[in-house]
């Protein structure tokens, strides 16, 4: 039950740039970032074009896990490196997780109950690789959202600011003269005149010399817009907040001007409504089912998530919101692009790395999911077919589904009773399964002369299915397998491995690497974190 280890020989190790890593900072938030763009950010700009570099000790964490007893674990990143590279691997899985990487990169094997590592170029279709079903968890929870870090262009108001703190009113003034040489654009400030704005980089120099901070004053600025100034910089981040983010989203689009939502019904635009009138947005239906939000502010904000349907996704900002906030946006979500299927509930989206950020939002549910591709025939505007990808989430198995009624659901009644109905004829999962365990049931029930029929019995099964595990002929469910446990008094460790996945290789190919680097991560203890789509586990170094 031990790790097989195998060295690399100097042979070169790394992933593409864009490659995904969900890790935590030194503040304990949480970061979804490409590899490429972390270790260049921690190289000087001297060191940026030389071929191999390490760093000092960093202060980022990311997910790992403990070869020994197979316990996910949080470790720190201790250096970075990067090596060139003319060619790199594509390695996807039969869930659509997938990651490029460079040759020698090592992936964990998962066989007979334990994990060994093999360089990618050893690979083959149909191994099953281990990957990761738990997400890093930030310390501390996003409350707030300041728009001006979407707004840095934007004009402030800072005229209530100085009526509330006339003790601190030659301490402003005398900063104004600095930057005018007259009392002229105090004056432009108190009769709230074209010329009244001042920059954030101003606004901060003020909060410094008078000992203030954003928190304390956000109720006497406003963001200078072209009608009243009422938006203050800081907004707190609430459930009408975030259903209006995932319905855009899922059913959205903006311009630098405004924020279109494309869904006709009642329920949803409704929903939607609640924020802008909060804040006062205007807004005016189009047709039936488009509605136009305009607000220059909010749209740099929603540009964050992407401006259309295939550069969707969730930042970091939604990845540090605390649970119920993530249940009302994975709700959003599914009110607007999912629907329910016999045995399943599904989301559709052009954007991969937008599934993927669902699918790890799902997991904080403990809800397994899986994604496909669907492509989808259309007509362009020159009258011309053309065929699109889009790509389907897939929540099946009565337990995620479950989870998925209790935890998030629908706002929409119609697809809740859908919901319930299927679970209702649903079965248990037989999606997430532990592979390749025949050799350890048969060992194991020869080392504690447990019998076929024993086994079954306990485990709630057929003898004949036991027979068919111990060929390989099928895999048990992680239930069945947790029952299987029971009788292996010496490896506790190994009820570890329910935490994982397991996914079978698809494809494998070489392909050209994004930029003409490899980037490594140097992980304390172990070396090996998850990265990629779908959180796969490799070792780099």
Request: hydrophobic fraction near 35%.
């Amino acid at each position: 039950m031990s790790l097989i280890k195998e060295e690399n020989n100097g042979e070169i190790s790394g992933l593409d740039f864009k490659e995904k890593l969900i890790l935590t900072n030194n503040l304990g938030e949480v970061e979804k970032r490409n590899i490429g763009d972390l270790v260049e950010s921690c190289l000087t700009q001297r060191d940026i074009s030389k071929d191999f570099l390490c760093t000092d000790r960093l202060a980022f964490h990311v997910t790992s896990f403990n070869p020994k007893t197979f316990a996910i674990e949080k470790k720190e990143v201790r250096g970075v490196s990067k090596k060139k590279v003319n060619s790199i691997y594509e390695v996807i899985l039969d869930d659509y997780s997938k990651i490029n990487t460079a040759e020698s990169t090592k992936c964990y094997i998962f066989d007979n109950c334990r994990f060994k590592e093999t360089q990618v170029k050893e690979l083959e279709i149909g191994n099953y690789i281990a990957i990761s079903n738990t997400i890093q968890t930030p310390l501390n929870y996003k409350n707030k959202l300041n728009l001006l870090d979407y707004n840095q262009k934007r004009k402030l108001n800072i005229k209530n600011l100085i009526e509330n703190y006339p003790e601190k009113l030659d301490c402003i003034k005398q900063f104004l003269r600095l930057n005018r040489n007259s009392d002229w654009k105090y004056n432009q400030i108190m009769i709230e005149s074209k010329e009244r704005g001042l920059s954030i980089t101003q606004l901060n120099q003020i909060l410094s010399l008078l000992e203030l901070d954003l928190e304390t004053t956000n109720q006497y600025i406003r963001i200078i817009t072209r009608g009243d100034d009422k938006l203050k910089p800081l907004i707190p981040i609430c459930a009408d907040l975030i259903y209006f983010t995932g319905i855009y989203v899922a059913e959205g689009h903006s311009t630098k001007r405004r924020i279109i939502i494309s869904n006709s019904n009642k329920v949803i635009q409704d929903k939607c409504q609640k924020l802008a009138q909060k804040y006062d947005l205007g807004f005016s239906r189009v047709n039936k089912n488009d509605v136009n939000y305009y607000s220059i502010v909010f749209s740099n904000f929603f540009a964050l998530f992407g401006r259309n349907a295939y550069t969707k996704n969730i930042p970091s900002l939604l990845y540090n919101i605390d649970e119920n906030l993530k249940s009302i946006l994975l709700r959003a979500l599914f009110d607007g692009d999912g629907w329910v299927e016999k045995n399943s509930v599904c989301y559709l989206s052009a954007s991969l790395e937008l599934v993927s950020d669902i699918k790890n939002l799902l997991l904080y549910f403990d809800i397994t999911s899986r994604i496909r591709i669907k492509l989808i025939k259309y007509v362009n505007n020159k009258k011309e077919l053309e065929i699109k990808r889009y790509y389907v989430l897939t929540i099946s198995g009565k337990d995620n589904l479950e989870h998925f009624l209790m935890k998030i659901s629908f706002s929409l009644k119609y697809k809740e009773r859908k919901l319930k109905a299927t679970i209702y004829s649903s079965s248990r999962s037989i999606l997430d399964l532990v592979p390749n365990c025949a050799t350890y049931i048969q060992s194991l029930r020869n080392k504690y002369n447990v019998k076929q029929k024993d086994l079954s019995s306990h485990v709630g099964c057929s003898r004949p299915y036991i027979s068919m595990l111990e060929n390989n002929k099928r895999f048990p469910s992680k239930e069945i397998f947790n029952r299987i446990l029971d009788f292996d008094k010496d490896n506790r460790n190994l009820s570890n491995l329910l935490n994982y996945n397991f996914r079978r290789i698809v494809s494998l190919r070489k392909i050209q690497p994004s930029m003409p680097f490899v980037y490594s991560l140097d992980v304390e203890d172990e070396q090996n974190f998850s990265a990629g789509l779908g959180n796969i586990f490799v070792r780099t170094t």
